[in-house]
């Protein structure tokens, strides 16, 4: 075993000894993962995964919806951050290997970004598992550029190469920014791809949304640009007319209902001095996710404390 692991003090959620689990009991890891190679507007997705953590620990661990502390049915612990590998296809490279031994350890992975490019490797593993991957998405962008500014595995292009594996599908929430170059790509894979564009928000169907992933392994990626920038402005690229928390959390929720969830990450955040409320935020989305694949998702499901 390569990884290593936080002292649960210094951990996602900053448990006390006496409530936490050893790395054989868990059953899920969190892998923070602070690549910042390609960011094209403003930077810090360094610092992304130690600002969750840090504000993980601010985190009511009562979750009202389950009427439990989630995290004693779940079992989580924390990787310590590699130092992360250059060129960027190589981060990628080490990304997929830490998702891997995770998965061979028989953990649920959650990714803390970094910026989106993390999403190439961390879904490897996971395709050459399951026949079919589906793609839970929330972001602002589509992120279906054959790369961008020379750099294959942009963030940009996150998305894009994740389809370069034929055995996923995507379904893209909150996109309001897309380019004329993604257009050819978006239109000859209208078969793997269907993005629910922000100003439609108003008209979408819970039940045409969760048809989607019915019966399916599930991978949430969640790229925190896909929530409005009122809500959100710590990021490279904040927008409006995005995402609110409760219409993400209750499309998560929904899904959880009727699939598989293997695997996820929280990426984007670029932490800005005096806007804690973001940082908590991501380690509030994260916990969520997590609570949501073990409490609620098919095959995680654990039976609820007596």
């Known amino acids: 075993m390569t990884m290593q692991f936080l002292p649960p003090s210094k951990a996602f959620l900053g448990l006390e000894k006496k409530d936490a689990v050893s790395p054989k009991e868990a059953k899920a890891v969190v892998i923070p993962f602070g690549l910042e190679a390609s960011v094209s507007y403003g930077g810090g997705t360094s610092k992304g995964p130690q600002a969750m953590i840090d504000a993980s620990h601010q985190v009511e661990l009562f979750d009202d919806e ?3 502390e989630p995290f004693r049915q779940i079992g989580i612990v924390t990787a310590k951050e590699p ?35 993390i999403l190439a490797g961390a879904i490897r593993p996971y395709v050459r598992r399951y026949k ?42 909150g996109i309001r920014n897309i380019s004329q170059s993604e257009i050819p790509f978006l239109e000859a894979n209208g078969h793997r791809i269907k993005i629910y564009w922000a100003r439609d928000k108003a008209k ?11 019966g399916k392994d599930v991978y949430v990626t969640f790229d925190i640009d896909g929530l409005d920038g009122s809500l959100m402005p710590a990021t490279g690229t ?15 929720r929904e899904v959880a209902k009727v699939s598989n969830f293997v695997g996820a990450d929280v990426n984007e955040l670029a932490p800005k001095a005096n806007l804690h409320s973001c940082n908590f935020l991501a380690a509030k989305l994260a916990y969520k996710i997590l609570t949501y694949a073990f409490l609620v998702s098919k095959k995680n499901k654990t039976k609820k404390a007596a």
Request: proline share 4%.
């Open 238 to 252: 904040p927008e409006p007319g995005g995402l609110f928390w409760q219409e993400s959390v209750d499309i998560i």
């Open 66 to 68: 389950f009427w439990c």
């Open 132 to 173: 079919e991957l589906v793609l839970l998405h929330f972001d602002a962008h589509a992120d279906l550029r054959d790369g961008y500014g020379g750099e294959h595995y942009s963030h940009a292009a996150a998305l894009r190469r994740a389809l370069d594996h034929k055995n996923v599908k995507l379904y893209s929430f």
């Open 204 to 214: 979408w169907n819970m039940k045409e949304i969760v048809s989607h992933f019915k």
């Open 83 to 117: 130092k992360i590998q250059k060129p960027i296809s190589k981060a990628i490279d080490q990304l997929e290997a830490l998702v891997e031994e995770a998965l061979v350890m028989g953990k649920f992975p959650i990714v803390f970004g970094g910026e989106h490019s």
